[in-house]
């Protein structure tokens, strides 16, 4: 999911240099993967993930 939410907003924005996603949970997995992108990506999670 991460991949396609980061590909969208590649395409449509490729002069962005942030993404901040809002979602309400997000796998300790999403966190991990965003340091292999070449953007800065940060993750706003309502609730904790564990």
Do not use: F, H, W
Request: hydrophobic letters at 40%; one cysteine or more; charged letters at 25%.
């Amino acid at each position: 999911m991460l991949d396609q939410i980061i590909g969208a907003q590649t395409r449509t924005n490729p002069d962005a240099t942030e993404i901040i996603i809002r979602c309400r949970t997000a796998a300790k997995t999403a966190y991990d993967a965003i340091s292999e992108y070449p953007i800065r990506i940060t993750i706003v999670a309502r609730e904790s993930t564990p």
